[in-house]
Nanobody, 115 residues
Framework: QVELVESGGGLVQAGGSLRLSCAASGIVFGFNDVDWYRQAPGKQRELVATITTISSTKYADSVKGRFAISRDSVKNTVYLQMNNLKPEDTGVYYC?????????WGQGTQVTVSS
C-alpha cells in the first residue's frame, strides 16, 4: 500500500524559508517522477515543481529561482526547499507520484506566509 506523508509546513514571514518533506512507503521514488502541488484558498491546485527519475527538475515560473526540489533515495523522501517566500506562496502543499497510471497524493501540509 502506497502512502505519502508531507511535513515541514508552518507560518513564516515574507522573505523566510521552509523545507517541505514528502516521505514515501510502498513505492520507490527513484522509479517514479514526483511532483509538488499547492492549493491556495479558493483556487485550483497548481503544479509547483517536479523531479524526474533521472533527477531533472522543472518549476512553475512563479517559483523559479526561489524553490528547489530534490530527492534522497536512501530515505525515499523528496524535499521542496522554499526560499524568499512571498504571501502568494500561501496554501496547502501536496506531493504526488504516479505508478501504473494511478495517482498517489499525500494529505498536504499548510504553508502560510505573512506579509
Amino acid at each position: 500500500q502506497v502512502e505519502l506523508v508531507e511535513s515541514g509546513g508552518g507560518l513564516v514571514q515574507a522573505g523566510g524559508s521552509l523545507r517541505l518533506s514528502c516521505a514515501a512507503s510502498g513505492i520507490v521514488f527513484g522509479f517514479n517522477d514526483v511532483d509538488w502541488y499547492r492549493q491556495a484558498p479558493g483556487k485550483q491546485r497548481e503544479l509547483v515543481a517536479t523531479i524526474t527519475t533521472i533527477s531533472s527538475t522543472k518549476y512553475a515560473d512563479s517559483v523559479k529561482g526561489r524553490f528547489a526540489i530534490s530527492r534522497d533515495s536512501v530515505k525515499n523522501t523528496v524535499y521542496l526547499q522554499m526560499n524568499n517566500l512571498k504571501p502568494e506562496d500561501t496554501g496547502v502543499y501536496y506531493c504526488r507520484t504516479t505508478r501504473s497510471g494511478k495517482n498517489y497524493w499525500g494529505q498536504g501540509t499548510q504553508v502560510t506566509v505573512s506579509s
